[in-house]
């Protein structure tokens, strides 16, 4: 595993061939020297297996440190992808969002064999919930809460989903945390790995947390979707469970996909087979704990939809 290897021949590797990150629905190969990357990274992906570097990947990406003619005290970071640069550079102390947020525009960009929602994905007993939802609504934070309470991860930011045989696909990565909600799910879940806090990014305060071996070890696996969840934090809120019927669930379940547009029919049959398969709830909390709950008792009720062809 990536946390058994030495800092020392982590910097090394990523001097040179690079590491080779294995996520499920993608293979990353990253390179970079920048100070306090090699830490950050063997951290939040520890769990993940010692590749050799030589073979296929999706993306190949390196970090590299920059210097600015207007500002030459303060060092930056560049994103490099397939030797461009498609991206500002930014402080050399963001090192580790940059390469998050770097990953998630290759994704976006680049899997349209996929249908992309922009959601928290998790699974159980094969299982799988969807949590769409827009910045600020919990999503990420609940996500990860799910996954400390033995849930399997599939991804934080997508919610990939198979067209021909209705399956969420694993792209399995550090779950993003921003500002109140670091010090929350630290509360919630001691245990958990997280990474650096960086202050001061474009999103505010940013910390990562790492995906359990446990998901690491599944992100082969798909999940049959069986539940959708809308979730809406409010702070002091007690917890309140609705039912969502079929033709909201779709409005805001393609509302919130990076390439229905794109796709045209096939993402409306998509989302569309979606909503019926699935139980459809807006989940209102104020604790983490009864969220979790609310949760896993909504899957436990949730009927397991027939394969394709079934």
């Not at 061939?17 to 990357?37: A, K, M, N, T």
């Not at 969502?244 to 993402?267: I, M, Q, W």
Request: aromatic share 8%; net charge positive.
């Amino acid at each position: 595993m990536i946390a058994e290897l030495p800092v020392a021949e982590l910097r090394r590797r990523l001097r040179n061939e690079g590491l080779s990150l294995d996520c499920g629905l993608i293979r990353v190969r990253v390179r970079g020297d920048v100070p306090g990357f090699a830490e950050a990274l063997q951290r939040l992906y520890g769990a993940f297996p010692l590749e050799c570097a030589n073979v296929f990947h999706d993306v190949t990406v390196r970090l590299e440190r920059k210097r600015r003619w207007r500002d030459r005290l303060r060092p930056y970071v560049q994103f490099v992808l397939d030797g461009d640069a498609p991206f500002d550079a930014l402080p050399a102390a963001h090192h580790l969002p940059m390469f998050e947020w770097g990953i998630n525009w290759c994704v976006a960009s680049r899997c349209h064999r996929y249908l992309l929602l922009h959601a928290g994905t998790v699974a159980r007993d094969g299982l799988g919930v969807l949590i769409p939802a827009v910045p600020g609504t919990g999503k990420s934070t609940l996500t990860a809460a799910l996954t400390a309470r033995g849930f399997r991860l599939l991804s934080d930011e997508f919610g990939v989903v198979r067209l021909r045989v209705h399956r969420l696909l694993p792209l399995v990565r550090p779950v993003s945390l921003k500002n109140e909600s670091i010090a929350v799910f630290a509360r919630f879940a001691p245990e958990a790995v997280i990474g650096p806090t960086f202050h001061g990014t474009r999103k505010g305060d940013v910390a990562h947390v790492a995906p359990t071996p446990q998901s690491v070890a599944a992100r082969a696996e798909p999940a049959v979707p069986a539940l959708i969840v809308f979730p809406q934090f409010r702070k002091g809120a007690r917890l309140s469970v609705e039912p969502v019927d079929a033709g909201l669930a779709f409005v805001k379940v393609s509302g919130n996909a990076f390439n229905y547009e794109l796709l045209g029919e096939r993402a409306f049959e998509a989302v569309a087979r979606l909503v019926q398969s699935c139980r459809c709830y807006r989940v209102c909390y104020g604790e983490l704990e009864e969220a979790v709950a609310a949760v896993d008792e909504l899957l436990a009720r949730a009927v397991q939809p027939l394969a394709v062809g079934q």
